[in-house]
């Protein structure tokens, strides 16, 4: 079943979902070994970037691609039902659910979004990749000296994205196991792929 139902998530959905955790369980790690080796190149004085551009060639990309599955995955949402919540759930536990969604899908637009300025207000030469293409083009001006948006600038709100992100997440991972242990619905069930049970309702 590619589409979802009102009872169900369909493949693509799911697919567009388990896609996404994935990457982003990669690239959220890679972005701080990243950082790390930056740090080490300035510590060091060393004019060797080789790894650094190799790791930086894989964060890029992969956060390219975050941003564009998130993209379809909006718009595959958009033309199809969204499977109903449970139907005995509390108001304000539909409300947290919603608004949760909601901020993860801001996030999965803004964190890629904000990396890419970031890179782009960089006052260097540093590449923006996209696998081996490395002329990827600039989304907010160069920074210059009195900028008003330096990279610093896009830099704090790439570090927020990922904080709140954090946490955001890990209220829609409590989520699903209090779904899935507590209530005992089928919510989780049915984003890893098995049969509703009967009656039983997803977010």
């Not at 304000?92 to 899908?105: E, I």
């Not at 001006?141 to 955001?168: F, L, M, N, T």
């Amino acid at each position: 079943m590619l589409r979802n139902t009102a009872a169900s998530w369909g493949v693509v959905s799911r697919g567009f979902h388990w896609l996404i955790v994935a990457m982003i369980s990669i690239q959220v790690p890679l972005g701080f070994y990243m950082n790390e080796v930056y740090k080490d190149l300035i510590a060091t004085n060393s004019s060797d970037f080789t790894l650094l551009l190799q790791v930086s060639q894989v964060h890029h990309t992969n956060g390219f691609l975050i941003l564009i599955l998130a993209t379809l995955r909006l718009s595959w949402r958009a033309t199809n039902i969204t499977p109903e919540m449970p139907p005995g759930l509390a108001t304000y536990q539909r409300l947290l659910a919603r608004l949760t969604h909601v901020f993860l899908y801001v996030l999965l637009i803004a964190f890629p979004l904000s990396g890419w300025a970031t890179l782009s207000a960089y006052e260097g030469e540093f590449p923006i990749y996209f696998f081996g293409w490395d002329d990827m083009p600039r989304i907010v001006p160069q920074a210059v000296d009195g900028s008003h948006a330096p990279y610093e600038y896009y830099a704090a709100i790439h570090k927020a994205c990922w904080r709140i992100g954090a946490g955001v997440l890990g209220l829609h991972i409590a989520g699903a196991l209090w779904h899935h242990v507590v209530a005992k619905d089928d919510v989780l069930r049915r984003m890893l792929g098995g049969a509703p049970d009967a009656g039983g309702a997803s977010r």
